[in-house]
């Protein structure tokens, strides 16, 4: 199982990053990926999710600045996060998202490591 997160890192406010994620055959093949966050003291929360052909969409709070995208031939999902803010800061995951809300993650059984997104004012 693989789940590995990349691109993160310290960016000013109103800045941009771009994370890549490559996940194992077992866990891309679920079809619908998503990414997720979880910022500290705080629950980890759903904020994209893009399905086998490519349909997306964005929990509000970041609408509008993040656009998910995946590779179905690399099993790779990707998030770009444009106009940042501070309260993006967290520690990005992706996952399947399948059974996963909004509201709720779902309890998966492997996350993997995640990286790091720091926004400074």
């Known amino acids: 199982v693989q789940l590995q997160a990349s691109g993160g890192g310290l960016v000013q406010a109103g800045g941009s990053l771009r994370l890549s994620c490559a996940s194992s055959g077992r866990i891309f093949g679920s079809g619908l990926m998503g990414w997720y966050r979880q910022a500290p003291g705080k629950q980890r929360e759903l904020v994209a999710t893009?399905?086998?052909?490519?349909?997306?969409n964005y929990a509000d709070s970041v609408k509008g600045r993040f656009l998910i995208s995946r590779d179905n031939a690399k099993n790779t999902v990707y998030l770009q996060m444009n106009s940042l803010k501070p309260e993006d800061t967290a520690v990005y995951y992706c996952n399947t998202a399948v059974g996963s809300t909004w509201f709720k993650t779902s309890e998966y059984a492997y996350w993997g490591q995640g990286t790091q997104v720091t926004v400074s004012s």
């Open positions: 893009v399905t086998v052909s490519g349909f997306t």
